[in-house]
């Protein structure tokens, strides 16, 4: 079954690195994308691609069957809910299976 | 603002009811997508549609139909409700089937 799995919470304090990790069972899978969440604002595109990559403050590690992000100096602001995607094609078309979502806590 | 406009923002309603959730997709985007948030679930994929057709399918349950129309506004239908349907409904649009989507700030339904 085409899954993607990545840590319901991740703590951290401001300042540190994060890194949040994903992994998936997801058959021809060839492209992660990581979202950002903020609760009540539409999920937005932070990072994605096929090998690793970085914007801003936001760098994204890439293997066959994970990808890691990582946030640089992490900030209070940065607290949301983090999604890990894989793009795969099945039948003919392109598809992106999400992760629950990792829910980043920082603490002052 | 990714310029998805999906509407309406929040719906309560009661069980067994029928409910049509809309979606306005980026100027010039030709694929919409639904997905379903439920508590503590992730993106869960519904259903896409390329300029007008039905492109793919994912969990979507019979209760439930979608459609794009010739402006490219889809609407997603929720019937006979029950309240494991209460969740937060995120559309997405992209230029083409395989780009990059943007999510509107989605449409959460409470059934009661």
């Known amino acids: 079954k085409d899954q993607v799995f990545q840590p319901s919470t991740v703590a951290s304090s401001e300042g540190a690195v994060v890194e949040i990790f994903c992994n998936h069972s997801v058959s021809n899978a060839y492209n992660f994308f990581w979202y950002l969440h903020f609760p009540g604002c539409a999920p937005r595109l932070l990072v994605k691609?096929?090998?690793?990559?970085q914007q801003g403050r936001y760098n994204m590690t890439y293997e066959r069957f994970s990808s890691s992000l990582l946030i640089l100096q992490v900030r209070e602001a940065d607290a949301a809910v983090y999604y890990c995607?894989?793009?795969?094609?099945?039948?003919?078309?392109?598809?992106?299976?999400f992760g629950t979502g990792t829910r980043l806590l920082v603490s002052p | 603002d990714s310029g998805v406009t999906q509407t309406p923002k929040h719906l309560i309603t009661a069980t067994g009811q029928r409910v049509t959730l809309r979606c306005s997709p980026r100027?010039?985007?030709?694929?919409v997508y639904w997905y379903q948030q439920s508590l503590d679930q992730g993106l869960q994929f519904l259903i896409q549609y390329y300029n007008g057709e039905e492109r793919a399918k994912g969990n979507i349950l019979e209760r439930f139909s979608a459609q794009q129309f010739p402006d490219l506004h889809s609407e997603l239908n929720l019937s006979s409700l029950e309240l494991g349907d209460s969740a937060l409904y995120f559309c997405a649009s992209s230029e083409d089937p395989a780009g990059e989507l943007f999510f509107g700030e989605g449409s959460r339904l409470t059934v009661l």
């Open positions: 995607a894989v793009e795969c094609e099945n039948t003919g078309f392109q598809k992106l299976v």
């Open positions: 691609g096929s090998k690793p990559s």
């Open positions: 100027s010039g985007d030709l694929s």
